[in-house]
């Protein structure tokens, strides 16, 4: 991984004694998008650390009224953000992309045993 992660501050990543962690398989399989993409050159790291701590933020700023806290959904948030502003995926695409995930059934990427 080249992916320069912050250790500290409002993008570092979730860790235990040094290690990331992910709460659920999903959140590892965003972090993964995102590292796998800026190592193919789909954009600069700092641009996608720009949109995280925009949508972090936002998220500090919407106060009460706000969602719970999920680091992984504005990590995802501000991976769209990031793929839409440098034109790696229309809105659209994004869109139908996102809905076929979603109507996958649980489990599908993993082996069933026969």
Request: aromatic share 10%; hydrophobic share 45%; net charge negative.
């Given at each position: 991984?080249?992916?320069?992660?912050?250790?500290?501050?409002?993008?570092?990543?979730?860790?235990?004694?040094?290690?990331?962690?992910?709460?659920?398989?999903?959140?590892?399989r965003a972090?993964?998008?995102?590292?796998?993409?800026?190592?193919?050159?789909?954009?600069?790291?700092?641009?996608?650390?720009?949109?995280?701590?925009?949508?972090?933020?936002?998220?500090?700023?919407?106060?009460?009224?706000?969602?719970?806290?999920?680091?992984?959904?504005?990590?995802?948030?501000?991976?769209?953000?990031?793929?839409?502003?440098?034109?790696?995926?229309?809105?659209?695409?994004?869109?139908?992309?996102?809905?076929?995930?979603?109507?996958?059934?649980?489990?599908?990427?993993?082996?069933?045993p026969h």
């Open positions: 991984m080249t992916a320069p992660l912050a250790v500290e501050g409002p993008a570092a990543p979730p860790r235990s004694n040094g290690e990331l962690v992910f709460a659920a398989p999903w959140e590892s972090f993964g998008m995102a590292v796998t993409l800026y190592d193919s050159g789909a954009f600069q790291w700092p641009e996608f650390q720009a949109a995280l701590i925009a949508r972090i933020g936002a998220w500090e700023a919407a106060g009460p009224a706000r969602e719970p806290w999920s680091y992984y959904h504005h990590w995802l948030a501000a991976l769209e953000d990031v793929l839409t502003a440098t034109g790696t995926l229309t809105p659209d695409e994004l869109d139908t992309r996102a809905e076929t995930l979603t109507h996958r059934p649980a489990g599908h990427d993993h082996g069933h």
